[in-house]
Each structure stands twice: as structure tokens, then as C-alpha cells.
């Protein structure tokens, strides 16, 4: 790969952590400015459990920038190996091989682990950001022997192209679940994850046949593109999870006539303090007992765990209402006791 080419490459991952650390500025002046009660900016803040994926992904690529751009304007040796080039490897080329894939992979999937959450709480998260961390270190550990081994281009294409097919089905299937579901959140991310994954055959194709010009501009692609998905994602999956966004809070000032201050604040500080359920994970039985602004009924949790859901049912949906609804799941989720009912989240729709 000629050198002089070689300068776009680290220039564009410190365009991509210039852009993160822009998303992560941008997101603490809108929280500043929702606390003083701006309901536009109020809208434009994820949820606090959602803060870590921003840093997580900051850090791998600051580590893919150093590994990347240490030898800056010059290529580094082991990257030379990385594009399937014939030259030898020392192990210190290779652990840096490795750091790097384990950090890009890590980066480039963990969002995905957000479709799969049943719930918001720390655990769960942790739990999804686990499954990752170990993917990563499965491929970036088999990848990292194709590369000190000495393979061939074909051995070494095959080992790469396996798990890189497994994303793409997966990232395929989260499309379709995007577009035909109800499940939109990820649409753009999953087109972005989709296109660079399967771009990657003509980028190795043109580095391979003196054309490294593809492989220029699909790294401009896959770090450019990533850090505006990633917040746009974010954004619409605090709207999912707290059923304000756009479309739900022109549904219920059509229904309900309530100014969108009252709901963007009120909601979004109801939803922020307390464990998030997603409403399809709930099944509702029999009516146990009604009350002049709720009723209670037998029900169950994503199929398996027998749950009370109380739904809230005022007569007028009011700040007043809503207030009261703050209040009472507060002193619910304080409650423990061995003859209380605990108090697992709440869902909003």
C-alpha cells in the first residue's frame, strides 16, 4: 500500500473520535439544558444505562487510532500483514493484530446487544456487553493465529469471512426485523453494519490487485458513518423504551389534549429513575381488582414469571395524573417487604 495513501487511514479514525467525543459533548449540554425544563432538548437525551455504550465505544476507538496511527504518516508493520500482505510477523505484531481486532470488533457489535435486551436494568446490560466481549475475543484470538501462522491469502480470507458471514446474517436478520416489525430503532444502523461488512470483499479484492483506493474508501465509510448512527440509535431506542418519541407524543396530545412539556419532563423523569419493561414482554390474564384511577390483573413476563401488572387508568390524563403516577411508583419501588409484592419496572405506551 503506498504510503502516501497510507496518512487517510489514521486521519479518518481521529475524524471517527473526534465525532464521539462531539456526541458525547452534544448529549451533556442537552442534559444541562433539559434539567432547566426544555422539553426539545429533553428529547434528544438517552437514557443514563445507555451513556456507557458512548464511552465503551471512545475507548476502542482510541486504541484502534494508537495502534493505527503510532508510525503516523508511515504504515505500520503489523498492518502491512493485516492486509494479507506477504511479509513476516514478529509476536509483537501480532498482540498488536489482536488488541485491534478485539477493540474494532468489540466497537462495531455492541450496539446490537441493545435489540436483544428484555430489560434495562444494569445486569442485563452487563450481561449483553459480556456475550460480546467474549465474541471478540473468539475472533480476534482465531484471527490473530491465521495472521501469526503465516496463512495464505485464501486460508487467511476463509478463517475472516466466516465470522464476518455470521454478522452479516445477524445484522441481515435485525434489518428485516426493523423493517417489517415494529422494532424501527435500528434501522439505520443495521443498513451501516450490513454495507461495510459486505464491502469489505472488494476493498481486500483491490488491495490485493494494486487498487488499494477501495480499501480507502471503505475505511472512510466504516469510520465516518459510524458515530452519527450510533447516537441516532440511541436516540430512538430511548424512545422506544420510554414510549415518547415523535409519533407516541402526537398520539397522545391528539388523545389526551396535554401540552408536550408536561410530557416530555414529567415522563422522561418518571422513566429515568425506575427499571424500564418493554410492554410486548407482557401478558395480561384476569382482572384481580379496579380501582378509581388503575386496575390490577394476573399476568406474566415474557411468558414465564407470574407477575400483578397494574395498568393506570385515569379518568383525565393530566400533569396532575401523571404527578400521581410519579408518586406512587416511587413509594412502590422503595417498598420491600416479605408480604409486598416487589416491584420489578414499569412500561410506558
Not at 45 to 58: D, N, S, W
Request: charged share 15%.
Amino acid at each position: 500500500m503506498p504510503a502516501d495513501y497510507w496518512i487517510f487511514v489514521p486521519l479518518a479514525i481521529l475524524f471517527q473520535v473526534v465525532l464521539s467525543i462531539g456526541s458525547i459533548v452534544y448529549l451533556h449540554i442537552k442534559k444541562q439544558t433539559a434539567q432547566r425544563g426544555d422539553a426539545a432538548a429533553a428529547r434528544l437525551v438517552v437514557l443514563p444505562v445507555f451513556v456507557p455504550v458512548l464511552y465503551i465505544c471512545l475507548i476502542c476507538q482510541a486504541i484502534h487510532l494508537v495502534l493505527t496511527g503510532y508510525t503516523f504518516p508511515n504504515i505500520p508493520s503489523w498492518k502491512q500483514r493485516a492486509r494479507w500482505e506477504e511479509v513476516g510477523v514478529s509476536m509483537s505484531d501480532t498482540w498488536k493484530y489482536f488488541t485491534t481486532m478485539l477493540s474494532v470488533t468489540i466497537e462495531y457489535n455492541l450496539m446490537a446487544t441493545l435489540y436483544i435486551q428484555k430489560d434495562l436494568s444494569s445486569k442485563s446490560i452487563f450481561r449483553s456487553a459480556g456475550y460480546v466481549i467474549s465474541y471478540a475475543v473468539l475472533t480476534a484470538s482465531v484471527s490473530a493465529y491465521c495472521y501469526n501462522a503465516g496463512l495464505s491469502f485464501f486460508a487467511f480470507a476463509v478463517a475472516d469471512g466466516t465470522f464476518l458471514g455470521f454478522e452479516c446474517i445477524c445484522y441481515t436478520f435485525l434489518l428485516f426485523k426493523s423493517v417489517y416489525f415494529s422494532r424501527s430503532t435500528f434501522l439505520y444502523f443495521s443498513i451501516y453494519s450490513l454495507l461495510w461488512r459486505l464491502l469489505i470483499v472488494p476493498s481486500s479484492m483491490g488491495t490485493r490487485n494494486g487498487m488499494p483506493e477501495f480499501y480507502y474508501l471503505w475505511v472512510a465509510f466504516r469510520a465516518l458513518g459510524f458515530s452519527p448512527c450510533l447516537y441516532i440509535t440511541l436516540i430512538k431506542e430511548t424512545q422506544y423504551w420510554t414510549g415518547y418519541g415523535r409519533e407516541s407524543l402526537w398520539l397522545i396530545n391528539r388523545e389526551y389534549g396535554m401540552p408536550e412539556s408536561v410530557i416530555s419532563n414529567d415522563l422522561s423523569k418518571l422513566l429515568t429513575e425506575n427499571s424500564l419493561i418493554d410492554w410486548t414482554l407482557l401478558s395480561f390474564g384476569e382482572v384481580l381488582d379496579v380501582g378509581g384511577h388503575s386496575k390490577v390483573y394476573k399476568g406474566r413476563l415474557r411468558d414465564r414469571r407470574r407477575v400483578a401488572i397494574k395498568l393506570f387508568t385515569p379518568p383525565e390524563m393530566d400533569s396532575a395524573s401523571l404527578r400521581r403516577f410519579i408518586e406512587e411508583s416511587g413509594i412502590a419501588a422503595r417498598l420491600k417487604h416479605p408480604h409486598i409484592v416487589n416491584f420489578l419496572g414499569m412500561s410506558v405506551r
